[in-house]
């Protein structure tokens, strides 16, 4: 798959994940959407399991771009988030496979999805030096 550049989108669809498949291990996450992913929509999750896996093939964030079109783990070199959009830059070796280099995805969301949002993403990308959180609104 060739990486195109940049894509951009606004979400109409902000939700977060949390589930619990046994006591020991849950996938947290969050997704953003629009339209329908099987009619040219763009929908995308972005997921870590508590406690991480790391048997080698599975380590990182795991990147969805639905439906199953894309699932990479890691290779995220920026992931920038403010309360009205997010911006994700996928390293040389990912983006190929993620199919771009540079997301952005825009969100109209209130306080406190904002809130929800940004503490679920904090966690997702625990230790992971690539992820910046900015409070103040991107233009």
Not at 41 to 50: K, L, S, V
Not at 66 to 77: A, D, K, L, N
Not at 89 to 100: R, S, Y
């Amino acid at each position: 798959m060739t990486a195109e550049d940049h894509r951009s989108f606004a979400a109409e669809v902000v939700e977060f994940i949390e589930t619990g498949y046994t006591p020991d291990f849950t996938v947290i996450g969050f997704h953003l959407g629009e339209g329908d992913p099987e009619h040219g929509g763009e929908h995308w999750n972005f997921t870590q399991t508590i406690p991480p896996e790391n048997d080698g093939n599975f380590e990182g964030v795991c990147t969805v771009k639905e439906i199953q079109q894309v699932t990479v783990y890691g290779g995220i070199e920026r992931f920038s988030m403010w309360p009205n959009r997010l911006v994700c830059e996928f390293d040389e070796a990912t983006a190929p496979k993620a199919g771009v280099k540079k997301l952005e995805i825009s969100y109209a969301i209130d306080p406190e999805k904002w809130r929800k949002l940004s503490e679920i993403a904090m966690r997702v990308f625990d230790g992971e030096s690539c992820f910046e959180l900015h409070h103040q609104t991107k233009p």
